[in-house]
């Protein structure tokens, strides 16, 4: 292995990992965890017990994007939505350790000690005056002391921490090896190019770790077929009785399993998602056809990683430009990926990569983000739609042309376009929807 696919792997293992409930919830439920440790820690308590004490109270100063994505999401195995609830999770049984899987160790207990908490009005939820869109500040007050955690850029980075106004750790303080974690998408300098050139010769061992994309998301997959969760969008398209619409083809079977898996996950389903970019609906969305089409026409484990590894580099590659949270649906961004994906299984090549994504650009662009929410699979759906489409013409030779809207011929400068787009023109958008949200 190279130092430059080490560096590449790196960057996919940051950005490519587990996670168990939508993640600006669990980013809240996370902070919420590290100061409840903190308070643990110099309170020195001897069980969790004292955690169920009702002289405590938490505060949450959230920014505006992680309170549009939190307030109509399913939270896991609790039938409640919204971040109130993760918070108070977060300090029943919440593990900072675990990451994105903070709440791996939900039980029936802890879930009725969290609704207590909410019930008693022990969890605030405020709005941050931060200019950053992913920004998470929980205060924890008990037994005459604060402990405080906050999440900022990435949402299991936990840039700093403080126990009775005194600062414990912070991003200034961290060591080199620790530095690395807060270093930019953008930093690792990709391209279309060298995406599709390390998908296609790094050595199959060095990536197969990815197939895990596999395994988790095909479980939610499943589960969502069940059709017991959210709006069914996977389960009506995969209904017999629907087939006189949807036809019964591959279009109709990889929509049915990537919004299943949406539907699931959206839900509060208690299965996790190897999420894309900090997203679990993106890398659900990114991996899902792809899988669809391998399981459907049976390719080999070594070319289904290769095709994951494009299409998941390729949605980080975009992204870098957007920004973790955007008014831009990162269901655009994810079904740009998977439609690089499919290319790739179906033998095509680089300029046949870059025609898919720029048929993705010129498609489905202006479809807004309006918060995480069971509504989603409908978006998961149209997504993977395009991309099949887009990768179906664009092995026929056929993109839109470089005269056409914000495409352009160099493939970097379109998909820079696509994050100015997102990042910067749609900031009002971002900021009228907010404000809807909140005022209904």
């Not at 995406?195 to 994309?213: G, H, R, W």
């Not at 994951?308 to 920004?323: D, M, R, T």
Request: hydrophobic fraction near 40%; glycine fraction near 10%.
């Amino acid at each position: 292995m190279t130092a430059r696919q080490a560096e590449i792997i790196e960057l996919i293992r940051k950005e490519v990992k587990p996670a168990l409930g939508c993640t600006e919830p669990i980013a809240v439920a996370l902070a919420v965890a590290k100061a409840m440790e903190i308070i643990e820690d110099k309170c020195e308590a001897s069980d969790s017990g004292w955690r169920m004490n009702e002289g405590y109270a938490i505060d949450i100063q959230v920014s505006g994007n992680i309170l549009k994505n939190g307030m109509g999401v399913g939270i896991p195995g609790t039938g409640m939505v919204g971040l109130h609830i993760a918070a108070a999770l977060g300090a029943v049984c919440g593990k900072s350790r675990y990451g994105l899987e903070v709440l791996n160790d939900l039980d029936p207990s802890s879930i009725e000690q969290a609704k207590n908490m909410v019930a008693r009005d022990a969890v605030k939820i405020g709005l941050a005056e931060t200019d950053l869109k992913l920004y998470v500040k929980a205060e924890v007050k008990a037994r005459g002391h604060k402990a405080c955690a906050v999440i900022a850029k990435d949402h299991d980075n936990i840039v700093e921490t403080a126990f009775d106004g005194q600062v414990l750790t912070s991003a200034g303080n961290r060591s080199e090896g620790e530095a690395k974690e807060s270093k930019s998408t953008l930093d690792y300098k990709l391209t279309v190019k060298e995406i599709y050139e390390f998908a296609s010769t790094v050595a199959y061992e060095d990536i197969e770790f990815i197939l895990e994309s596999r395994t988790l998301n095909l479980a939610l997959a499943k589960e969502g077929l069940k059709g017991t969760y959210g709006l069914k969008v996977g389960y009506a398209i995969n209904m017999d009785a629907n087939r006189e619409v949807f036809g019964g083809d591959f279009l109709c079977y990889a929509m049915s399993l990537t919004a299943a898996a949406s539907d699931a996950r959206m839900a509060g389903c208690t299965l996790a998602a190897m999420s894309n970019s900090g997203s679990g609906n993106q890398g659900i969305t990114v991996t899902m056809p792809v899988i669809a089409y391998s399981l459907r026409y049976g390719t080999s484990d070594e070319q289904l990683a290769r095709a994951l590894v494009l299409s998941h580099l390729i949605a980080i590659h975009i992204k870098g430009y957007l920004g973790k949270l955007s008014a831009l649906c990162g269901c655009v961004i994810a079904s740009t990926g998977s439609a690089c994906g499919l290319v790739y299984l179906r033998g095509g090549d680089y300029e046949q990569i870059c025609a898919a994504i720029k048929n993705m650009i010129g498609n489905i662009t202006g479809m807004v983000c309006d918060g995480a929410k069971v509504g989603c699979a409908m978006k998961v759906a149209s997504g993977v739609s395009s991309a099949l489409q887009s990768a179906v013409l664009a092995r026929e030779g056929i993109c839109i042309s470089e005269h056409d809207g914000i495409i352009e011929k160099d493939i970097e400068k379109t998909v820079r376009n696509l994050g100015r787009i997102g990042s910067v023109g749609m900031q009002n958008t971002d900021n009228m929807i907010l404000d809807i949200m909140v005022c209904k």
